[in-house]
């Protein structure tokens, strides 16, 4: 597949590229907790 066709297949479906980035920020925190960058408060 070319990048192009990816990047319309992802915007044809919104809702998956708002879950992925839902996804990657949750689980960017948990690495950085597990790492003790962030308190945990």
Do not use: E, Q, T
Not at 14 to 20: E, H, I, Q, S
């Amino acid at each position: 597949m070319n990048a192009r066709s990816k990047v319309r297949a992802l915007l044809n479906h919104p809702d998956l590229v708002y879950a992925g980035l839902v996804a990657l920020i949750i689980g960017v925190g948990l690495m950085a907790r597990a790492m003790g960058i962030l308190p945990l408060r």
